[in-house]
């Protein structure tokens, strides 16, 4: 039977693999420094999201929801969550946000292996809400009615809930100048109001 050789370009590699040693990572005796355009685990950024949920509507597989929580005081806030053991790695999230497709984003993270699934399979970030003035109900997180009032420019003040929201986030308005009275009525029509509320104070006479 006759031997195949080696071709030359063949020889060539493995006399530099002698001195080059391998191509693959020493990993976990060495830490690995991915390339930069590998596209690792996906993580929000809290400063750039503004909570808006693009991200949760277009994800194929459930891999980010969120929580909406008050307390009596009246402070809200919304909980994004991403359960980084179901993502796919899709960029779909990337790609819908809003937020200049800066709210999540991909990172070179890559050891992905955790021992307390119940613990580390997922991230978090928290965003102020905005309450309804009447019901209490959630608006929208304040960063959300900033970034549609920033886009309408002069338009924000054709709607009191945006231009309100917006002088508070200034400090121009006070919150103890809102009326107490909730008559749905002319009360009540300039206050940061949900829509339904918005609707019943529209079309209540009082
Ligand atoms: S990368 Fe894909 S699977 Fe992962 S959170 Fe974004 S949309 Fe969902
Ligand atoms: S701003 Fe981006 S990351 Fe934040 S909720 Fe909206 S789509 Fe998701």
Redesign the pocket.
């Given at each position: 039977m006759r031997i195949k050789l080696p071709k030359i370009r063949e020889i060539i590699e493995a006399v530099k693999a002698l001195f080059q040693g391998p191509y693959t990572a020493k990993f976990p005796k060495e830490p690995h420094v991915p390339h930069p355009n590998f596209r690792g685990q996906y993580e929000?950024n809290q400063d750039?999201?503004?909570?808006?949920?693009?991200?949760?509507e277009v994800c194929p597989v459930g891999a980010?929801s969120h929580k909406d929580l008050s307390d009596r005081a009246g402070s809200a806030k919304r909980i994004?969550i991403h359960y980084t053991d179901i993502c796919i790695f899709c960029g779909q999230?990337e790609a819908?946000?809003?937020?200049n497709h800066e709210?999540?984003k991909t990172s070179n993270k890559w050891e992905l292996s955790f021992f307390d699934r119940k613990k580390e399979s997922f991230e978090t970030i928290e965003k102020e809400l905005q309450l309804c003035e009447v019901c209490g109900d959630p608006i929208a997180c304040k960063d959300h009615l900033k970034w549609i009032s920033e886009r309408l420019g002069e338009l924000t003040y054709s709607s009191p809930t945006l231009y309100l929201s917006r002088l508070k986030n200034l400090g121009i308005v006070d919150d103890n100048l809102v009326s107490a009275l909730k008559d749905y009525g002319r009360s009540d029509r300039v206050k940061i109001l949900c829509a339904p509320c918005r609707r019943k104070t529209t079309l209540t006479t009082k």
């Open positions: 929000f750039k999201c503004v909570g808006c949920l693009a991200c949760q980010i994004m999230c819908a946000c809003i937020s709210g999540i």
